[in-house]
T-cell receptor
Framework: AQSVTQPDIHITVSEGASLELRCNYS??????LFWYVQSPGQGLQLLLK??????LVQGIKGFEAEFKRSQSSFNLRKPSVHWSDAAEYFC??????????FGTGTKLQVIP | DAGVTQSPTHLIKTRGQQVTLRCSPI?????VSWYQQVLGQGPQFIFQ???????GRGNFPDRFSARQFPNYSSELNVNALLLGDSALYLC????????????FGPGTRLTVT
C-alpha cells in the first residue's frame, strides 16, 4: 500500500531563513509525487509535482523539491522564507490512474 | 476562469441525519474527486468520478455515496451521520481521468453534533 510520512508536525523558521520540509514515501512503482500548500480555511494549492525526468523540480512561489529514489524522499525547499509562506504543507504520492495519498502535513510558522 | 466551487461553505447537522455536498469543477474538467480532511490530518481519498462513472473509491463505508452529472458537477452524500464525519470535505477537479494535476475547491466544513 502506498503511504507518505511527513516526520515534522510543526516547524518554525525566521523570515529570510532557508526551509526544508521532509517527505518520505512508500510506493510500489515509479511514484508520482506532489507538494500542496493549504492556508487556514482554504483548499489545497499545488506547489509542484514530479512525474519523471529531472529529479530537481521547480514550483511556484520559489519552492523546489528533489526526488531521491534511493532514500524514498521528496523534500521541499525554499532558500528564503517570507512571512506569507506560513501555512500547512502536504506531500502526496500516487496520481495517474492510482488514488492520491497525502501525508499528515507540516505546519510552518514564520517568525520576524 | 472560475476555479472549483463547493457549496455550502459550512454545515451543521445532527447525528443520524443525511447531508449532500455539491461541487462544480473547472470548466472543461471531466473528473471530480472527493476527499475528507479531519482536523489535524491530511486529506483522505473518498471517490473519483470521471465521465459520470465511479473510477476509484477509498476506504469509506457505504454511508458515503456520490454521483456526477452530465455537466460534470458532482454531489457527495453521507447518510446516518456520525460525530466522526465532522471534517472539511474537499472536491478536486482534473482535466481527464488521470490524476496528474488536481485543482481543489475551498471545501465544505461539516460539523456533526
Amino acid at each position: 500500500a502506498q503511504s507518505v510520512t511527513q516526520p515534522d508536525i510543526h516547524i518554525t523558521v525566521s523570515e529570510g531563513a532557508s526551509l526544508e520540509l521532509r517527505c518520505n514515501y512508500s510506493y510500489g512503482a515509479t511514484p508520482y509525487l506532489f507538494w500542496y500548500v493549504q492556508s487556514p480555511g482554504q483548499g489545497l494549492q499545488l506547489l509542484l509535482k514530479y512525474f519523471s525526468g529531472d529529479t530537481l523540480v521547480q514550483g511556484i512561489k520559489g519552492f523546489e523539491a528533489e526526488f531521491k529514489r534511493s532514500q524514498s524522499s521528496f523534500n521541499l525547499r525554499k532558500p528564503s522564507v517570507h512571512w506569507s509562506d506560513a501555512a500547512e504543507y502536504f506531500c502526496a504520492v500516487g496520481g495517474g490512474y492510482q488514488k492520491v495519498t497525502f501525508g499528515t502535513g507540516t505546519k510552518l510558522q514564520v517568525i520576524p | 476562469d472560475a476555479g472549483v466551487t463547493q457549496s455550502p461553505t459550512h454545515l451543521i447537522k445532527t447525528r443520524g441525519q443525511q447531508v449532500t455536498l455539491r461541487c462544480s469543477p473547472i470548466s472543461g474538467h471531466k473528473s471530480v474527486s472527493w476527499y475528507q480532511q479531519v482536523l489535524g490530518q491530511g486529506p483522505q481519498f473518498i471517490f473519483q468520478y470521471y465521465e459520470k462513472e465511479e473510477r476509484g473509491r477509498g476506504n469509506f463505508p457505504d454511508r458515503f455515496s456520490a454521483r456526477q452529472f452530465p455537466n460534470y458537477s458532482s454531489e457527495l452524500n453521507v447518510n446516518a451521520l456520525l460525530l466522526g464525519d465532522s471534517a472539511l470535505y474537499l472536491c478536486a477537479s482534473s482535466l481527464e481521468q488521470g490524476l496528474y494535476e488536481q485543482y481543489f475547491g475551498p471545501g465544505t466544513r461539516l460539523t456533526v453534533t
